[in-house]
């Protein structure tokens, strides 16, 4: 048997190398970083450009400049790198492609790790382009591979779309052929990317035309698939990975039409063909109700459809083979009951995280010595810093938001108003924020807690590392109000006096403690 | 043949290092497979499994259905018992004794042993001290792993050159404490037939 064990992501990665990619650009985010992690350990970045991004915006908008230029090119975020990256998106969707350009949002419904549910189909629908949602490792694969091609010959940008289950599951995958890199070129139209609103609108246009060639191609797609079925009184779509999850049910097939989608926007003829033979019409798919509403409609007179909408299932949380089965009459029984014994073990900053230190000193005085403080955290690991024995933060929203947030209620009154924030969080987000800061001589304190990595998602290269001081004094930070110090024990008492100082000035200043995480300094070791 | 197998742990004590030789093993024979991890959050202390299918025809979901799974594979006992909703009525469950306590509120340990006793398939081993004895405290996974090997459905000499494949680059030495360690692991589950 010629398979390899892959995760999804590493499916997807492989694809993309073997169908000629000349470039990943990519911002870190679970479940997505292990696909450019697995292009980083098999390409050379002079001939396949494979560095991590800054954020997801620069990603997109680099990627959108390797297609200009003809050639393929990857971009990979999860979810809500998605909003980042947003603006490029949607505009990619107006100027279209050269080069094939695909697009891997990673969605994590039950937010395993993350801060919301979103489902990307909504900015693939909103973006009006191709999109591809594989059920299984093979698919990803097979998807990624021929998304160039679909990418080119639409001339627009496809989305792939995956969930945290496919993401992170490993099953056998058989490769196809490897192609060469594409040259070198330039598309015949020499306005395409230039939306000024007279091109704009013109392309527009184009792209409200290309809409039914794109549900033609999905109607003729071999990733959507009508199955028939004897028992008529219910038909069932079944989108991505909610297909595994009805067959867990079905070994031997199932009693019902089932259509299966993997590429949008929905194939109309299969689905009046199902909405025609059925008396009702049941959705499974994993994230938010985004077919289900657009079959549904918003007064839902018509077709009768069942799914999250109308309660059939759980209106969050990430879809499983138990919600499923249960849905189709098939419930799984538990033989053993769970056992009241069991804790929860959440997780919690390692032992001799700088991190730690930061918050013990940090928290230790705001607590004792302002008690009106608020700290305003961000995304990364130290947002942990919100459980015990810590308890040190009042929010963490989006990635550098925390900068932003102490600035707007700074501006509302509170004194002290404090940001931590990491060192990629801020290189990703928080520098225009502190821009922001400057111009308005804000009265905040912004400690970035700088363990010179992407530590959340691994241990990615930082986009800032080494340059952290140097860019706040770019930016305007005054260079004695720019305060570095080593976060360990025996210098609590220095970090005590420079927190103190930068909370007692009535500006902006700057607190870098700087030490490596522990968890890359374990591998640099053990790989020396 | 169909083995549906839940690996448990909490984060850094390597339950996917037992996935990796299963794997393998699966691989020689031919299997099919499916492997979910938890990438992420969870590695931070907190509690991780990994669910792992292996059948000789295509396996459908990731995930496991509650009621389905043959083996519950614990690093750690607390752990062991977080999945028991999921085990199928003739099950097996394995676990590690050493208790991993990073949370205020861990339960009394003998509360835990004993409720590990009320299922009547079950073996509990101290995959620390059988390690140290074939030579190495670091081969603990693969002393449980070694216990798995009655109930896996995957024959022992196969699973013998899986070990032998996963630590080949790492010496001879290492090759056979892991095989002297999944040989003491297998001895205690045959006892417990
Ligand atoms: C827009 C967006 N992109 C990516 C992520 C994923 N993510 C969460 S934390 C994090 C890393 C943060 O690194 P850093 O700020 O240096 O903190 P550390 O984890 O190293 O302490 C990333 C990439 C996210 N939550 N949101």
Not at chain 1, 120 to 146: H, K, T
Not at chain 1, 421 to 450: E, K, P, Q, R, Y
């Amino acid at each position: 048997m010629d398979r390899e064990l892959l995760l999804g992501d590493e499916a997807i990665a492989q694809a993309a190398i073997d169908a000629g990619l000349s470039g990943v650009y990519a911002y870190p985010g679970t479940p997505s970083t292990e696909i450019t992690e697995y292009i980083q350990a098999r390409t050379d970045d002079k001939a396949t450009h494979n560095r991590w991004c800054t954020n997801e915006k620069t990603a997109m908008e680099a990627a959108l400049g390797m297609s200009f230029a003809g050639k393929r090119a990857l971009v990979c975020m999860k979810h809500v790198g998605m909003n980042v990256a947003a603006d490029c998106f949607v505009n990619a969707g107006v100027t279209g492609v050269h080069g094939g350009l695909v697009v891997v949002a990673a969605d994590d419904p039950s937010m395993h790790s993350s801060q919301n549910e979103q489902d990307s189909r909504f900015y693939g629908d909103f973006s009006l382009i191709p999109m591809l949602e594989p059920s299984n490792q093979q698919e990803a694969y097979d998807m990624a591979y021929g998304a160039f091609k679909l990418s080119e010959t639409t001339g627009e940008p496809v989305l792939m779309r995956i969930v945290t289950r496919l993401a992170h599951s490993r099953a056998g995958v058989a490769r196809q052929s490897a192609q060469p890199q594409k040259p070198l070129s330039f598309g015949e139209d020499p306005k395409q990317f230039i939306l000024l609103p007279g091109i704009a609108r013109r392309r527009y246009r184009a792209l409200l035309d290309k809409q039914p060639t794109f549900v033609r191609l999905s109607e003729e797609s071999p990733y959507n698939q009508y199955i028939d079925g004897t028992n008529k009184t219910r038909g069932i779509v079944a989108c991505g990975i909610a297909f595994n999850y009805l067959m867990e049910s079905y070994p031997d097939g199932c009693e019902y039409p089932v259509l299966k989608i993997g590429q949008y926007p929905l194939p109309v003829k299969q689905l009046k063909q199902l909405t025609d033979s059925c008396d009702e019409i049941l959705v499974l798919e994993d994230g938010q109700p985004f077919v289900e509403r657009l079959i549904k409609g918003y007064l839902g007179q018509g077709i009768r459809v069942r799914g999250r909408l109308d309660g059939t299932l759980p209106t969050d949380g990430e879809l499983n083979p138990d919600k499923v089965a249960r849905v189709v009459g098939k419930e799984n029984p538990a033989y053993f009951a769970a056992s009241p014994l069991v804790e929860m073990r959440p997780p919690a900053l390692c032992e001799g995280c700088g991190h730690r230190d930061v918050y013990t000193v940090l928290t230790e005085i705001l607590k004792q010595e302002y008690p009106t403080h608020k700290v305003f955290s961000d995304i990364g690991c130290y947002t942990l810093g919100a459980n015990a024995p810590f308890h040190a933060i009042h929010s963490c929203v989006d990635m550098g938001a925390s900068i932003t947030m102490a600035k707007g209620a700074a501006d509302a009154g509170l004194y002290p108003a404090v940001a931590v924030i990491g060192d990629s969080t801020f290189t990703h987000s928080g520098m225009t924020g502190l821009l922001d800061c400057v111009n308005a001589d804000a009265d905040v304190t912004i400690i970035i807690s700088d363990n010179e990595t992407t530590a959340m998602t691994g241990g990615q290269d930082s986009a800032g590392t080494g340059r952290i001081e140097a860019i706040c004094a770019g930016i305007g930070v005054a260079p004695e109000h720019i305060r570095t110090i080593v976060p360990l024990r025996k210098n609590y008492d220095a970090m005590r006096e420079i927190i103190r100082e930068e909370l007692a000035y009535h500006g902006v200043s700057v607190i870098i403690p700087r030490r490596e995480c522990i968890q890359t300094l374990k591998r640099k070791k053990k790989n020396v | 043949m169909k083995t549906d197998i839940i690996l448990a742990g909490v984060g850094g004590q390597g339950i996917l290092s037992i996935a990796t030789v299963i794997g393998q093993a699966a691989l020689r024979k031919g299997f099919y497979m499916k492997q979910a991890e938890v990438h992420g959050m969870s590695q931070r202390g907190g509690d991780v499994q990994s669910n792992l299918r292996i059948s000789d025809r295509p396996i459908a979901s990731d995930l496991i259905p509650t009621g389905k799974c043959d083996l519950i594979l614990s690093l750690e006992p607390m752990e062991a018992l977080r999945y028991l909703p999921y085990l199928n009525e003739n099950g097996w469950l394995i676990t590690n004794e050493t208790t991993f306590v990073n949370i205020d509120n861990y339960p009394e340990a003998d509360e835990v042993y004993a409720a590990i006793k009320t299922i009547q398939h079950h073996v509990l081993l101290n995959a620390d001290a059988l390690a140290k004895e074939a030579g190495s405290v670091r081969a603990a996974n693969i002393v449980l792993l070694g216990a798995t090997i009655p109930f896996l459905g995957i024959d022992d000499a196969t699973m013998q050159a899986a070990v032998r494949d996963i630590f080949a680059r790492k010496g001879e030495e290492i090759v056979t404490l892991n095989l002297r360690a999944l040989a003491a692991g297998k001895a205690i589950s045959e006892q417990r037939i």
